[in-house]
């Protein structure tokens, strides 16, 4: 089975896949742990897959004779002309193929009947999304956030981060808000705090009141405002260090802050937000370091004010820009 080209749907049918969220073995985690390390961009598929099986609280229930009766003659009534009827209903294994069945239908059904609300936002887009909750969330651009249905509902309220956001968390009724990446799990009650997932590691900026951030086995960390927190594997320690947190902001106002970055960083965020790319013919200016700020709202014009700071010449190509 090719699992890596699964998505969440597919995870939730999957007859394997379930045995091991519901009845997880030595054998199961072993096989699904080293999938995930060999396939990091299918874990947030894996764990929202997850979280809908679980939802589902399966049981086992006492069968009426009544029901029992009613299945066995609609299935010998859908066959013209058995050849040999075998009293099938009796065996155990055939009830567990049927409770199989039953899971993976009643999986499908939920995933469509309750499946999560996507924000996008293309290069250069910055999106303002009002939650459920009352919570708001500030989309950087070409970034992506699914979150779960009926959010204000729920105690426990989830929401999916690939890129960056700003996060304004409304306080409902001491319902927790958790925000998921590939790297960690930040758990928030009611603060405002930046995370940006970009280039394989998850930053936490945290602006005002407390989050806790979780990272499987590792020592969770309660951070406090002006904290930035840094994962870059789920295997190693969180990072820790002290920051000016509106430094971290200005990108919702599409400008971006150059103070004590390198051109190499800066390059980073315009190929990360923007989608634009820019060449040097001289490698060494990519050590350079930078300060001010810098308005993106014209990627022409940041262009030609880039240049400027550089004291370089530049001309527009088919991948992008090259810089003399």
């Excluded at 699904?32 to 589902?56: C, G, M, V």
């Excluded at 070409?142 to 960056?164: C, K, P, T």
């Excluded at 996060?167 to 758990?187: P, S």
């Excluded at 994962?231 to 260090?241: F, G, N, P, Y």
């Amino acid at each position: 089975m090719n699992y890596s080209v699964f998505d969440v749907q597919e995870f939730c049918e999957d007859a394997d896949f379930i045995r091991w969220v519901i009845s997880p073995t030595d054998e199961l985690n072993q096989f699904w742990n080293t999938f995930l390390i060999a396939n990091p961009s299918k874990s947030k598929d894996i764990q929202i897959a997850r979280e809908y099986i679980k939802t589902l609280h399966f049981q086992e229930v006492e069968v009426e004779q009544e029901d029992l009766t009613r299945l066995r003659n609609r299935i010998w009534g859908d066959i013209e002309k058995p050849v040999v009827k075998i009293n099938w209903w009796k065996n155990p294994r055939y009830w567990s193929a049927a409770a199989a069945i039953f899971v993976i239908t009643s999986v499908g059904i939920y995933w469509r009947n309750n499946q999560p609300t996507m924000y996008e936002t293309a290069f250069g887009q910055i999106k303002k999304i009002s939650l459920e909750d009352g919570s708001v969330v500030t989309l950087n651009a070409h970034s992506s956030l699914r979150v779960a249905e009926n959010l204000d509902e729920l105690q426990v309220r989830e929401v999916w981060l690939d890129g960056e956001a700003y996060f304004d968390i409304a306080k409902l009724k001491g319902a927790k808000f958790i925000v998921h990446t590939t790297e960690a799990e930040i758990e928030v009650l009611g603060t405002e705090f930046n995370v940006n997932t970009r280039r394989k590691k998850t930053k936490v900026i945290l602006h005002e009141g407390k989050v806790k951030l979780s990272v499987d086995s590792i020592r969770a960390v309660v951070m406090k405002p002006g904290d930035m927190a840094t994962v870059v594997d789920r295997r190693k320690a969180i990072e820790l260090k002290i920051v000016q947190p509106e430094q971290y902001e200005y990108w919702k106002q599409s400008i971006i802050v150059l103070n004590d970055k390198s051109v190499s960083e800066v390059l980073e965020i315009l190929e990360d937000n923007y989608g634009i790319s820019i060449q040097f013919e001289n490698p060494i200016i990519l050590n350079k370091k930078l300060s001010g700020k810098l308005s993106i709202k014209s990627s022409e014009e940041f262009i030609q004010n880039f240049a400027t700071i550089l004291d370089a010449e530049y001309e527009k190509t088919e991948k992008g820009y090259f810089f003399r």
